[in-house]
């Protein structure tokens, strides 16, 4: 009984916080904090990293697999076919926590000390790193591609790619983006979508 209390409070205490998040993104994205209401920057910081609900969900697998490891150990079954599919099952949450941690880790790093300011009185967005910044608007953006992996081989990474009336390429991971915020700063472009066939991609910016 205690090992399943246990086991309910480990998936409950993630889901109410998937909600809580839900609730905060909700209001951030569409609400009275959204970058179509008011100004604001987005910075991709360690704590953002590990709060997020891909990061949260490899670590409920991880527990997952240790919970079912030791569960394995401590009543280890005589039929060799039931030994078989808790060590699939073991093989699988790790399998998956190890999977999903990794591409959140190179996506975080990918775009990490980067900071996104969205100014919807002027309708640009401004990319600021190692003190320099890129200011992007109608006047300064001639192109734009969204950029996203092939759905069915792994989870869903992408970013967008403005290209500039000089030709430099600078890109904003999905990270930072929150829905219709590109038709709304940018209503007069169009974008092409790039399908990548590998899980992982790197964008080609600008040096």
Not at 114 to 135: A, E, G, K, M
Request: a negative charge.
């Amino acid at each position: 009984m205690e090992t399943f209390f246990s086991i309910l409070l480990i998936i409950f205490i993630p889901f109410i916080w998937v909600i809580y998040k839900m609730i905060r993104y909700t209001t951030d994205a569409v609400g009275e904090n959204s970058p179509f209401l008011r100004k604001q920057s987005i910075e991709w910081t360690a704590k953002r990293f590990f709060s997020s609900s891909e990061t949260l969900f490899s670590g409920v697998m991880l527990l997952l697999g240790l919970i079912t490891l030791w569960l394995t150990l401590a009543n280890l079954p005589s039929d060799p076919l039931a030994i078989g599919l808790l060590l699939l099952s073991i093989a699988l949450f790790f399998g998956v926590a190890i999977h999903t941690f990794w591409l959140q880790w190179k996506h975080w790093h990918q775009f990490k000390g980067r900071t996104i300011t969205f100014d919807p009185t002027d309708l640009c967005i401004t990319i600021t790193q190692d003190n320099s910044h890129v200011i992007l608007n109608s006047h300064t953006v001639s192109d734009i591609e969204y950029h996203i992996n092939n759905r069915t081989k792994g989870p869903d990474f992408s970013y967008w790619t403005f290209i500039l009336t000089n030709g430099s390429r600078h890109s904003i991971s999905n990270l930072f983006f929150f829905p219709d915020v590109v038709e709304h700063y940018f209503k007069r472009l169009t974008h092409t979508v790039v399908v990548h066939e590998s899980v992982w991609f790197e964008p080609s910016d600008s040096n």
